[in-house]
């Protein structure tokens, strides 16, 4: 079974996905449980939903299961999210780069860059 961690860009990636395909299915999140009642809790699946759980590959194919969806489609989708959320997480470093200069940078002797 996946297990508690922090939220990585994998786990938020995969939440993301879940989310994603049970709104094509136009579920809320009581009917996906319902659905999920076979093969998962309800807390499990909240939490695999919300990012706070990492699903482990049979999870996962429980879910495209459940959603009538290829397990390698939703990797795949599942995959490019992460890559969006490095390709975010760079743009925001390269940003905090560029912020003016504060006092403390002044005081320090960063801002002379």
């Known amino acids: 079974m996946g297990t508690d961690r922090d939220r990585t860009p994998w786990s938020l990636a995969i939440a993301a996905q879940v989310r994603a395909e049970r709104s094509a ?6 009917e996906a449980v319902r659905q999920m009642k076979p093969y998962m809790g309800r807390s499990t699946y909240l939490r695999l939903e919300s990012g706070e759980r990492v ?4 999870q996962i194919a429980q879910v495209c299961e459940v959603f009538g969806l290829d397990y390698m ?3 795949e989708r599942a995959s490019q999210r992460v890559a969006d959320y490095e390709v975010k997480d760079q743009l925001a470093e390269r940003r905090k780069d ?16």
């Open 25 to 30: 299915c136009g579920w809320t999140q009581a």
């Open 55 to 58: 699903a482990d590959i049979s």
């Open 73 to 75: 489609t939703f990797m």
């Open 98 to 113: 560029r912020r003016p200069p504060t006092e403390a940078d002044f005081q320090s002797g960063r801002a002379a860059a």
